[in-house]
């Protein structure tokens, strides 16, 4: 690390490490949104002499640790591939737009008027320093110019006041955040502004529908309770959040609350009567009638109440089908309204330095050598998926999408299909299956697909945040297939039909399934497959999140919050999950168990081994912070951003200009592979020479004795000749020492395998 960053990183760990101390003893104030993160122009080189890709994992609000941990691997790297799921998709998109945004040069737009460059102009500051306030900023101060007439010409805009002028489509306004780094670094304090309910923008980003408000409050008052409990709370601490939760549930549900406990409030209040009205000479039974009265009442009232909230939740949940499965769909009524997606859109287009109306496109990112893969989940066809994808297999519908994303990204999506394929037969067959889709229209092809759909696409956290709908033709459908078979027959029939002719001639129609894709973290939450391969040319990190253990107790001193193996036999132990010992707490863990391992055994397993474990630093949180923990205190969010920043300049240490992580990493995947490969080739030769007939050597010396998918010619000749040049060097590998690659090779190795494709070959 060089002295300036050892200095930054010094202070701003003192800074954190007193905010976390303040902040647990329940002194610290929201910190000053105009407060410097400690990053500036200086910081992040145009060109940076070091490459690496890095890979985050999904957690909702835990999300909040990725900013600034970004920032300072840009310190050191260029950002060429970046991935994530769920929120690490957020981050994501963010990096490689600020990324983009680190070279650019964007034109002063020619439309802008007076009034809106004088206001660009007075909102940009001399400083360099990327500051929390709601103003632009830029990294010069703008100088007049002479005219070749000789009268004095206006500042020319610097590339950051050129963005604060083009932003002026709904919603963005003066408070444009400067391209690059400096623009993502703001994040954390954007994120922890304070709105006029006292609640941070971090909680009003997840704007419930109009048909989960209320389910979506009853949420909130469970969190606002869990967040403000201590961390070993009493019995009486528990009962008292219990009837705070009841009691915001009883407000928004009056009616069905009074519904609820009337019958028990009658019978109590009956009994209250009985008793101050009871005659003197009523006997021990009929007091103790009363009395039991009143009390199972109270009981009845109790029961009635706890039955009618109940039911009254299962009602909302019930209503949740009809808005995409989520309390939130990331977006309120238009773009001016404050959800999350809307806000993300302004974000990624002022990080990028691109114009409003101009939706950033992962095509955009090709020319600047960026890639970016996000992971989602089609629940329809149980499969994951990376994004974005280059078929042509699904469909959407606009006005669905509009909701979801509003006017700008929608046209830009329906200007941008997928082309024709090249064979005339096919073509004609897509087109008439277009004509034949009604409003649906086709998805868009990777490089045209706005980035903001993937980044919603990967972060539809179920129940939460609702699922986004596609359609694909149903080709197992009897419908569907006297669809085909009515459109061959109306091809042969009419040889020079138009695409229009044939979708007339054609009555049957396609049908069309809906695919509902959910949260990428269901499938991979921390897809640290991205990027791979067998001999990296570059370092891909990854960014975990764990809860604290016993092993990784909670430090004051935010730079000991996370782990990165600093030998190459740490970290090959997967974590072991601890259950509460009480019976009930140690069900759920069980339940949750049985979650977490269906969901994440794939990227458990990808963590421990060597090659990847070395790349991968780990952030610790504890149930309080991140996750679903929507309404975190300023200070905690601010807590989460430098541990993360921290647990990045341990990769910068490890992998910097200098340091050994990067030479100590190509051994070992050299190790690995070439260990993997000698397996594979040694059970390849022993399936070849297998003495079970049909033998390979018959099948390639003879075409008509192959089953199917049948080589013949130059291309079975080349077939045989490379077969016996791979079974020469397969007898070469296999001499002494035969055990040349695997002898001493690291422990828990990778294998070598055939596996279906990331996307599932759909």
């Keep these: 690390m060089s002295p300036r960053?050892?200095?930054?990183?010094?202070?701003?760990?003192?800074?954190?490490?007193?905010?976390?101390?303040?902040a647990r003893a329940g002194t610290q104030r929201p910190p000053d949104p105009s407060s410097s993160p400690d990053f500036t122009a200086d910081d992040f080189p145009v060109e940076p002499g070091l490459q690496c890709d890095i890979v985050m994992k999904g957690g909702i609000t835990s999300g909040?640790?990725?900013?600034?941990?970004?920032?300072?691997?840009?310190?050191?790297?260029?950002?060429?591939?970046?991935?994530?799921?769920?929120?690490?998709?957020?981050?994501?998109?963010?990096?490689?737009?600020?990324?983009?945004?680190?070279?650019?040069?964007?034109?002063?737009?020619?439309?802008?008027?007076?009034?809106?460059?004088?206001?660009?102009?007075?909102?940009?500051?001399?400083?360099?320093?990327?500051?929390a306030s709601t103003t632009a900023t830029t990294a010069t101060t703008?100088?007049?110019?002479?005219?070749?007439?000789?009268?004095?010409?206006?500042?020319?805009?610097?590339?950051?006041?050129?963005?604060?002028?083009?932003?002026?489509?709904?919603?963005?306004?003066?408070?444009?955040?400067?391209?690059?780094?400096?623009?993502?670094?703001?994040?954390?304090?954007?994120?922890?502004?304070?709105?006029?309910?006292?609640?941070?923008?971090?909680?009003h980003l997840f704007r419930p529908q109009p048909q989960a408000r209320r389910l979506f409050g009853l949420l909130s008052a469970v969190l606002e309770q869990k967040t403000a409990m201590p961390a070993e709370p009493s019995r009486l601490r528990r009962l008292r959040a219990v009837i705070a939760v009841v009691a915001h549930a009883t407000t928004k549900a009056p009616i069905r609350s009074l519904l609820g406990v009337l019958l028990g409030l009658a019978l109590a209040v009956l009994g209250v009567i009985g008793l101050t009205l009871r005659p003197d000479t009523a006997?021990?039974?009929?007091?103790?009638?009363?009395?039991?009265?009143?009390?199972?009442?109270?009981?009845?009232?109790?029961?009635?109440?706890a039955l009618a909230l109940l039911s009254g939740v299962l009602a909302d949940l019930g209503r949740l089908p009809s808005v995409g499965f989520g309390m939130s769909s990331g977006r309120g009524a238009d773009d001016t309204a404050l959800a999350l997606t809307p806000w993300l859109y302004r974000r990624l287009q002022e990080l990028a330095g691109r114009p409003y109306e101009r939706p950033l496109?992962?095509?955009?990112?090709?020319?600047?050598?960026?890639?970016?893969?996000?992971?989602?989940?089609?629940?329809?066809?149980?499969?994951?998926?990376?994004?974005p994808w280059n078929d042509d297999v699904y469909f959407f519908e606009p006005a669905e999408f509009e909701a979801l994303f509003g006017p700008v990204v929608v046209r830009a999506m329906v200007e941008h299909p997928p082309p024709l394929p090249s064979g005339p037969v096919a073509a004609l067959t897509r087109e008439v299956l277009l004509r034949h889709a009604g409003s649906k229209r086709p998805f868009p092809r990777a490089d045209d697909l706005p980035i903001i759909v993937a980044t919603r696409m990967s972060l539809s956290f179920p129940l939460l945040i609702s699922a986004i709908p596609l359609y694909a033709v149903d080709n197992e459908s009897n419908a569907t297939v006297a669809y085909h078979e009515a459109l061959r027959a109306r091809r042969k029939e009419r040889p020079d039909a138009t695409a229009a002719g044939l979708a007339e001639a054609v009555a049957e129609r396609p049908v069309f399934d809906v695919n509902w894709f959910s949260d990428g973290g269901l499938t991979a939450n921390l897809p640290v497959q991205f990027f791979d391969s067998v001999l990296p040319t570059r370092p891909t990190f990854a960014i975990d999140l764990a809860p604290f253990s016993d092993?990784?107790?909670?430090?004051?001193?935010?730079?000991?919050?996370?782990?990165?193996?600093?030998?190459?036999?740490?970290?090959?132990?997967?974590?072991?999950?601890?259950?509460?010992?009480?019976?009930?707490?140690?069900?759920?863990?069980?339940?949750?168990?049985?979650?977490?391992?269906?969901?994440?055994?794939v990227d458990q397993a990808s963590l421990t081994m060597p090659g990847y474990r070395d790349r991968v630093v780990t952030v610790y949180q504890d149930g309080a912070e991140g996750g679903i923990n929507l309404a975190m205190p300023p200070e905690l969010v601010t807590a989460l951003s430098q541990r993360g920043r921290f647990a990045a300049a341990r990769l910068v240490d490890r992998f910097g200009p200098g340091e050994p992580g990067w030479a100590?990493?190509?051994?070992?995947?050299y190790r690995t592979s070439t260990a993997a490969l000698s397996d594979w080739l040694a059970a390849f030769t022993k399936g070849y020479t297998n003495q079970q007939p049909p033998f390979y050597d018959a099948l390639l010396s003879d075409p008509d004795s192959q089953p199917c998918y049948r080589v013949s010619g130059d291309k079975l000749d080349a077939i045989r000749a490379r077969t016996r040049g791979l079974q020469a060097e397969v007898v070469g590998w296999a001499a002494d020492p035969a055990d040349a690659f695997t002898a001493n090779r690291p422990q828990q190795p990778p294998v070598l395998r055939l596996v279906p494709p990331p996307d599932g070959g759909s």
Excluded at 8 to 20: C, D, E, S
Excluded at 67 to 85: D, I, K, M, Y
Excluded at 585 to 593: D, E, K, Q, Y
């Design 64 to 131: 909040v640790v990725y900013p600034l941990a970004v920032c300072e691997l840009a310190t050191t790297f260029r950002l060429r591939s970046v991935g994530g799921a769920s929120a690490g998709a957020i981050a994501a998109a963010a990096a490689v737009a600020a990324e983009l945004g680190r070279r650019s040069t964007l034109p002063v737009p020619t439309t802008a008027t007076a009034s809106t460059t004088a206001t660009a102009s007075t909102t940009a500051t001399a400083s360099t320093t990327a500051t």
């Design 5 to 22: 960053a050892a200095i930054r990183v010094h202070r701003v760990a003192t800074r954190a490490g007193a905010a976390v101390t303040a």
């Design 664 to 669: 100590n990493h190509r051994w070992i995947r």
């Design 283 to 305: 006997g021990p039974v009929v007091i103790v009638a009363l009395v039991l009265a009143v009390v199972v009442g109270l009981v009845a009232c109790v029961v009635g109440l």
């Design 361 to 387: 496109t992962f095509g955009d990112l090709r020319p600047d050598e960026l890639e970016l893969k996000m992971m989602t989940t089609n629940l329809s066809r149980a499969q994951p998926m990376p994004m």
């Design 142 to 203: 703008p100088t007049t110019a002479t005219s070749p007439t000789g009268s004095t010409a206006p500042p020319a805009p610097t590339p950051v006041q050129a963005v604060a002028a083009s932003f002026r489509g709904p919603g963005p306004g003066a408070d444009a955040l400067p391209p690059g780094f400096l623009g993502l670094a703001r994040f954390p304090a954007l994120l922890t502004q304070t709105q006029s309910d006292g609640r941070s923008l971090l909680f």
């Design 551 to 601: 092993d990784h107790p909670r430090s004051p001193d935010e730079r000991d919050n996370s782990y990165l193996p600093s030998v190459n036999q740490g970290g090959g132990h997967r974590r072991t999950a601890r259950w509460a010992p009480k019976p009930l707490s140690a069900l759920f863990s069980f339940g949750l168990s049985l979650v977490e391992t269906a969901r994440t055994w």
